[in-house]
């Protein structure tokens, strides 16, 4: 009994001191970092959101500090987001952005530098020509402005088998002009995927039968992030990387700043 109760107070304090680490980061990453500035009364673009890692309750909490937030999925209908229309972006009790239907790697309706910033929470990894889809990111966010992209961390995904994607694979789909319909990979992500930390998905036969289907639902991770490649595209691009930082479950974070030339 003793045992078992000393297990429980070591299970409870490792819970507790875990969430007042979370709690502290919540509140207080951006602040140290000084990168609220960035957000605070700024104009902004979010790809494949809305998302609740910038709610109040998130692991960055921006949207509550922004002016506008416009939003920009990829259809009308998604696995994440559900039924969704041309029209009113509603992130933050109180504020509303616009929201458009459109590619994430070819922001048309977006000009050059319209935006102070862009976030995109676990959007980058569906997209199959990474370098292409952050250059048109950069495109449209001011000189001096932000990117935050967050991508899965593979060890805790259902992607830990799979290997890091090269950048040097990043730079050939650049070349041979990769879209969004590319299966490149389908065969590896088919024999990889670990279907027991991807439930929702059903058995192996219908996991195929949607993943063969991607260019309809986008569900498939095109690729497998880490620093090192992220640092790579950020180099190419010519993005300053702030900050990067592994945030519990499975986040990896990475804030890039746009050169102010």
Known sequence: MTNKLTRFARWYLTKQINAISYIGLRKHFLK?????????????????????????KGIFPIYRLLNNLDGCNFTNETVWEGSISEGVYDFY?????????????????????????????????????????????????????????????????????????????????????????DLTHLQEILQLHDLTRDRGVGDRQSFERRSRENYLNRCLHQHVFNFGNLSGVANYLQLEILATKFVRPYHNVIFMRKGES
Do not use: M
């Open 93 to 181: 009790p109180g504020k509303t952005g616009r929201q458009f239907i459109c590619e994430g790697s070819s922001l048309v309706f977006a000009g050059n530098e319209q935006y102070d910033f862009l976030l995109s929470s676990h959007s980058l990894e569906h997209h199959a020509n990474v370098i292409r889809t952050l250059h048109e990111w950069k495109r449209v966010v001011r000189p001096g402005g932000i990117l935050l992209i967050i991508v899965p961390e593979k060890k805790f995904t259902f992607d830990h088998k799979r290997d890091y994607t090269p950048f040097d694979h990043f730079v050939l789909d650049e070349k041979d002009n990769v879209g969004e319909d």
């Open 32 to 56: 140290v970092n000084d990168f609220e500035k960035y957000f605070l009364n700024r104009n902004g673009l979010e790809i494949g959101g809305p998302s609740q890692v910038f709610t109040d």
